[in-house]
């Protein structure tokens, strides 16, 4: 089973390397200083939702409201942008934080199964987002200081944005790997039975998983709202489930127990660079493919992983007996 | 086969019940024929593929693939009656625009089955396949044009009346009772709640639980097809960006409204029905009475989390 | 004794109105190695979790260290120095060797962070203490299940506990792993830490206990030092036997008509051996007879049954059907060749909780009970409504929700499942178990009827008369290999008891 998982993890590293290879030699603009900053900023908020999604899988959970908190907090962060960065940032995040605490609430607490109650988190986040921003997009205030975050890039190179996102994937990394909650989150998802009779302390981390994945949801809405100038309540829908796509191709597996924050960022990155690649072949002529067709070949993308996933883990189903 | 009567259903039944009075009592035109067809309309849709999702809940699994087979069939449809050799055949093009679409949806059902039963792929992830893909091969098929038509003959599918009732409502009564009896008197129905309830335990009383759980996908994604069918004769449009947008979800909340267990092995046709027309209604009564769209979502949300709750303390 | 470590005494817990412990006691002294030994269902398990803070008890009183506690989690167990290595494993196969012998008390640096070096460095002192040679940062679950209980072991023994608990400790492990194991609890004696010793191998306890607290129906029925006593006491003692009780208890319903022999034979089982612990089983099944498998818990019994029945994928030898080979590779397949097996847990392989009476008792027949896919419903109800009568099924109607049916009442349904298949070999495991007395009786007529119609039996049961009264042949196991067989009439239970406690070495082999 390491080895599977190892394999899985590495697998997207190299995937990622081989792609960003494969554009750097076709097209010309690859490698730009433009492609770069426009790729990072615009997945930056994708990397910090799976991110949060990575540690609610490892629970051997899931979170569909992350994409409707976004929103949310987006239209939060618009709202406040008067008020600058300084209030409108955390707020944003609270928002975020809110509805991971309602989702952990009802799991932890009611014992509700997380698909149920992140669904209905889901909902009412949608229905929160539209009531807040009264069903329009809300723009935001430009005169403030706000959309100094999502605009702008540190050596005309690196938005600031995918740097605070490095930082919430360290502050990730580092608890799984080094803290006893990161271990008891792990735990849980392996065998949630045997961390109890451990003594472990397992609703503390279930909760910490839902709210710190609220938390980042919270502030890919931030990011949304103050990289594109407007606080978006219909934004964010299938953003869980690009999540949960990242994840996977990430290597960590859905039963919980196992994963990498690392890859789960790489998987990420993957994802959008398909995209990007895409639109450059379209760029070039030789073939046309519409946006449709992106969809499409993410599925196929995802298709692939799976049955790759699902031929490396065969052997070691066999000897489970 | 009513013998035992569901405490969870007479539960749905009596809110259900208050709910109508509520409205007899407070909204303008509740009665009035127009209302009540707008409300069947939108109803049936969900809840034909909502009957599909239930099936797959009751397996043991979850589709999410059902919006995206829907914008596939939608697509399909008006591509076939629109063509040279159907406008030629009417007749015959007519048919095969609902034929063959809702043989591509079942193919996409045997797609997700064979990954889920044989692969042993999560009915979630492999799911999310079509889910992200499909509505992409919709829009592929249609260049991501708005296709719109008329064809008095298909879209009767969608507008026509029968008994002053819209069709799709009878299509959706009819397939509930139809799929209520065949999970109660067939074996398939048997097998189907065995493999959910106990899986096994099935499989040590020689269920073909692979079987059974193929035919489940491919049964629920027909239905998305059909539902899809429907919506674009409603419309005498066909969309695919937007047809079946979030449909699974409103599938999974009525199905669960309607007393499914998300553990499998509970397949409650008429409660799903009724789930899907409880959901819809609530949203009216919220909408008639002034009620924003949000607040709209956020009771429907708050009802989702009541009916699992629920569901777990008679569990217990 | 002066001090003892522990002290339980009149502890009693129920679990929905069904005693699990009426009168337990147990009394440890410090550096004792002490068993508690029992049948299944005499409430071990129940004792041992409300030791380590799984259950609370419903009374009794649990002095540790002298003093009074009420433990009330497994935290506060560990805490106050109990150690616990479960039957079920309980760690995590997905983590590495290192995370789990430190989970939950992993080593900090100075910033409050994890310091996986000083992990590593116990993990090698706990694995070199085992003489464990493996990489430990590999996951836990591809190494195979005797390494990985020597790990859930070596994480117990390295938390400085006062006592340590093991349930079942050597399942997994072979001989050399267990002379290790033995080591081990040695140098924690020697240290003055307790270990409770719970095993079904008597001969282990007997190498390495030093008392033994015998429990039976949920109460101590005795307590003594392991040298006062032979394995025939105690087997006697866990089974509430006296000589005179033998002679007159326990006439089952099996016992009576004359039992055919020379029957044709339906099944011929020759070196079956899976990668589960069978190994080499010869078995043959004739029509009208019955064949049982006695052994202790762990004997590989359950394991035979399901590997004829194609539940598990045979590593060597072959099965024959009327003489000719079958490949019984699902229970689909065993099925169709006219085999039926009851499970001994009717609640993980047995019941579905959902279905009615009606439903569950017909599952395998549906076949047969349909046209067109179409199941014949006043046909079902015929069927149904003969085996409520023939087996006493106490239900208020078939569609009544089987899981609203008594334990005893869920086993009839399950059997009538089988019976209803008209099954040409019908095995049991364990068919009367957690079944009152009327039903037990009723059942085993059951059983006996069909014999007498033909059908072949293959009856795995730890309840003695129906073996010495039912079966013609009985084959007792041990560790996945039959060790003898007693052939009826003139099977005595002392034979039998004589037999299971003896090791391979003894009595006719395979």
């Not at chain 1, 849980?188 to 709210?211: P, S, W």
């Not at chain 2, 409650?268 to 409880?278: E, K, R, S």
């Not at chain 2, 009216?284 to 009916?307: C, F, Q, R």
């Amino acid at each position: 089973m390491q080895r599977l998982s190892s394999q899985g993890h590495a697998a997207v590293w190299v995937a990622l390397i081989v792609l960003i290879l494969f554009g750097v030699l076709r097209y010309d603009n690859f490698a730009s200083a433009y492609n770069l900053s426009s790729f990072l900023g615009y997945n930056s908020m994708f990397v910090v939702i799976s991110v949060g999604m990575c540690l609610v899988i490892m629970t051997g959970g899931i979170d569909l409201s992350v994409g409707t908190v976004a929103a949310l907090a987006s239209v939060v962060a618009a709202l406040l942008s008067p008020m600058g960065l300084v209030v409108a940032l955390p707020a944003g995040v609270a928002a975020g934080l809110a509805a991971g605490a309602l989702n952990a609430g009802m799991i932890a607490g009611l014992r509700l199964p997380p698909f149920m109650a992140t669904l209905a988190t889901m909902l009412a986040a949608k229905g929160g987002a539209l009531r807040l921003s009264n069903n329009r997009t809300v723009p935001v205030d430009w005169s403030s200081n706000f959309t100094w975050l999502g605009m702008n890039k540190v050596a005309n190179l690196l938005p600031w944005t995918i740097l605070v996102v490095l930082v919430v994937v360290v502050v990730a990394w580092v608890i799984i790997a080094r803290t006893s909650l990161g271990r008891t989150v792990l735990a849980i998802g392996g065998n949630a039975e045997a961390a109890h009779l451990m003594g472990l302390k397992t609703r503390r981390a279930e909760v910490f998983v839902y709210v710190f994945s609220g938390g980042c949801a919270g502030l890919a809405g931030v990011f949304l709202a103050s990289g594109y100038g407007a606080g978006q309540p219909l934004e964010g829908a299938g953003w869980e489930l690009a999540a949960i796509a990242a994840v996977v191709v990430g290597g960590t597996l859905l039963t919980g127990g196992m994963g990498s924050v690392p890859a789960t960022v790489a998987g990420a990155l993957l994802f959008g660079l398909v995209f990007n690649l895409l639109n450059f072949e379209n760029g070039r002529g030789t073939i046309s493919l519409s946006a449709n067709w992106q969809s499409v070949i993410r599925g196929l993308f995802l298709l692939i992983v799976i049955l790759l996933q699902a031929r490396l883990a065969r052997p070691a189903a066999r000897t489970r007996g | 086969m009513i013998r035992r009567l569901d405490p969870r259903l007479a539960g749905l039944l009596v809110a259900l019940g208050v709910l109508i009075a509520l409205n007899l009592a407070m909204t303008p035109n509740f009665l009035n024929m127009q209302t009540l067809a707008v409300n069947v309309s939108q109803v049936a849709t969900i809840a034909i593929v909502a009957l599909g999702m239930t099936l797959v809940i009751a397996s043991g699994g979850i589709d999410l693939s059902v919006g995206s087979v829907m914008a596939v069939a939608g697509a399909l449809a008006p591509i076939i009656f629109l063509s040279d050799w159907a406008l030629a055949n009417p007749g015959a093009g007519l048919a095969a625009s609902i034929v063959v679409p809702l043989l591509v949806a079942a193919l996409c059902g045997v797609f997700n089955g064979v990954l889920i039963a044989i692969l042993g792929v999560q009915p979630i992830i492999a799911t999310l396949i079509f889910f992200i893909s499909g509505r992409g091969v919709a829009q592929v098929l249609t260049n991501g044009n708005l296709q719109t038509f008329t064809n008095p003959s298909f879209t009767w599918l969608g507008t026509g009346r029968v008994l002053s009732l819209p069709v799709q409502g009878w299509i959706a009564l009819i397939l509930t009772i139809g799929l209520a009896l065949v999970v109660r008197r067939t074996i398939y129905g048997r097998y189907l709640l065995s493999v959910g309830g106990n899986e096994r335990a099935a499989v040590l009383s020689g269920v073909p639980v692979a079987r059974i759980k193929i035919a489940t996908y491919v049964i629920a994604a027909t239905l998305a097809g059909l539902a899809g069918l429907i919506v674009v004769a409603i419309n005498s449009a066909s969309d695919a960006a937007r047809i079946g947008q979030l449909m699974e979800l409103d599938a999974i909340a009525a199905a669960v409204v309607g007393g499914a267990a998300l553990s499998g092995g509970r397949a409650p046709m008429v409660g799903t029905l009724l789930g899907a027309v409880f959901i819809q209604l609530m949203g009216y009564t919220l909408i008639a009475n002034g009620v924003s769209d949000e607040m709209t979502l956020i009771v429907t949300a708050a009802i989702i989390a009541i009916a699992v709750w629920l569901q777990r303390g008679r569990r217990q | 004794m002066d001090d003892p470590l522990l002290q339980m005494t009149a502890i009693t817990k129920s679990f929905g109105g069904i005693p699990a412990l009426q009168d337990a006691m147990l009394t440890i002294a410090p550096g004792e190695v002490h068993s508690i030994v029992g049948q299944n269902g005499a409430g071990k398990s129940t004792l041992i979790k409300i030791l380590t803070g799984v259950y609370r008890r419903d009374s009794g009183t649990v002095c540790w260290q002298g003093r009074d506690v009420d433990l009330r989690s497994p935290r506060e167990a560990q805490e106050a120095g109990i150690a616990t290595i479960y039957q079920e494993l309980t760690l995590v196969p997905q983590r590495t060797v290192i995370e789990n012998i430190v989970l939950g008390y992993e080593p900090r640096t100075r910033l409050g962070l994890i310091d996986w070096r000083v992990a590593e460095a116990r993990t090698r002192t706990v694995l070199d203490r085992f003489g464990i040679d493996l990489d430990p940062h590999r996951a836990l679950g591809s190494y195979p299940t005797a390494i990985q209980q020597l790990v859930a072991i070596g994480r117990a023994a390295s938390m400085d506990a006062k006592l340590l608990i093991m349930d079942e400790p050597t399942s997994s492990l072979d001989e050399r792993e267990v002379e290790v194991l033995f080591g081990v609890i040695r140098q924690l004696k020697a240290q003055g830490t307790s270990v409770i010793y719970v095993s079904h191998l008597l001969d282990e306890i007997f190498e390495i206990c030093d008392v033994v607290t015998i429990l039976r129906d949920g109460r101590t029925v005795g307590a003594a030092r392991i040298a006062e006593l032979t394995k025939l006491d105690l087997i006697a003692g866990m089974l509430g036997r006296s000589a005179e009780d033998i002679r007159k208890a326990g006439m089952t319903e099996l016992a009576g008509s004359p039992r055919r022999e020379g029957g044709a034979a339906v099944l011929e089982a020759t070196g079956l051996s899976t990668d589960r612990r069978l190994r080499k089983l010869d078995l043959t099944l004739r029509a009208g007879e019955i064949v049982g498998l006695a052994g202790l818990l762990g004997s590989g019994r359950t394991e035979a049954a399901r590997a004829i029945f194609g539940m598990d994928r045979l590593s060597g030898g072959q099965i024959l059907i009327d003489g000719v080979p079958a490949a019984i590779t699902s229970p689909r397949a065993a099925i169709a060749a006219g085999l039926a097996f009851l499970s001994e847990d009717r609640k993980t392989e047995g019941i579905i909780p959902d279905l009615s009476v009606r439903e569950n008792l017909t599952l395998a027949l549906l076949p047969r009970l349909s046209r067109m896919g179409v199941v014949d419903t006043t046909r079902e109800r015929t069927i149904v409504a003969g085996f409520i009568k023939a087996l006493g099924i106490k239900a208020a109607h078939m569609d009544q929700p089987i899981r609203e049916l008594s334990g005893g009442n869920q086993q009839k349904v399950l059997l009538g499942r089988w019976l209803a298949i008209e099954p040409r070999l019908l095995i049991l495991d364990e068919p009367t178990r957690g079944v009152d007395v009327g039903a037990k009786r009723e059942i085993q007529a059951i059983i006996r009827e069909r014999v007498e119609q033909g059908c072949a039996v293959l009856l795995i049961s730890s309840e003695f008369e129906e073996l010495i009264e039912g079966a013609n042949d009985i084959v007792v196991m041990q560790e996945g290999r039959s060790i003898s067989r007693l052939s009826n009439p003139g099977v005595t239970e002392d034979q039998l008891i004589h037999a299971m406690a003896a090791g391979p070495s003894a009595g006719g082999a395979a």
